[in-house]
């Protein structure tokens, strides 16, 4: 990609306003992380200056640095990867906003923690796996309502709404299903809640369906270099 961080941004936030103004919605509803992971702190400055507020990191370990050179109030923190047991601690310190809570013994823990910590509120998504991946995380649908249930009740977890990582599909059509299914369980549970949903190929997409967070990472970052 030859243009810069700042050119992009801005293109991105056109296709934004783009699929916002075909869904008769407005664009401020939708919130844009910007995912980071595999890019240096020096990125996340360079994209700070460019405008971006809210950045998106899949594991602890590598954010943890990132978080502490860029300053943790210097920009919004979002964890969108699958968070260890072990690392949760690690997480309530350093995260914002965590994306991927697909378990009612991670929720357990982190309303625990958050407790220990200090901290008096902590945002959640649920993690669905809709597509019943293996490889992917989340939770089942079958299983959210009593996770749901479990949220209601917490002092710290605030339950924010749901979030998706369907699986890859060339043709955005075959990707559609999936977020208007996440959009209808959204209904049925949480008709406040927002929705995590889209990512770089099929973010208009997700608008369309009622998006309300997108996480982009390689249209705003360019290829990931998985080496550094
Ligand atoms: C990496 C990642 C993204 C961003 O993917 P791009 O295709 O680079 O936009 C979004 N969500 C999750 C959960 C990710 O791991």
Known sequence: MNETLTERLAEIREQIAQAAKKANRKADEIKLVAVSKTHGA???????????????ENKVQEAEGKIVEVGRENAEWHLIGHLQSNKVRKAVRLFDVIHSLDSRELAERLERICEEEGRA??????????AKETTKNGIEEKDLPALVEFLRDCRHLKFDGLMIVPPF??????????????????????????????????????????????RVGTAIFGERNYRN
């Open 42 to 56: 020096e990125t996340v400055k360079e994209a700070i200056a460019a405008g971006a507020t809210v950045f998106g």
């Open 121 to 130: 509120e902590l945002s959640v998504f649920v993690q669905i796996d809709l």
């Open 169 to 214: 599909f060339e043709n955005l059509e075959q990707v559609r299903p999936f977020f208007r299914r996440l959009r209808e369980i959204r209904d049925e549970v949480c008709p406040h809640g927002e929705l995590s949903m889209g990512m770089s190929h099929d973010f208009a997409v997700a608008i369309e369906e009622g998006a309300t967070v997108i």
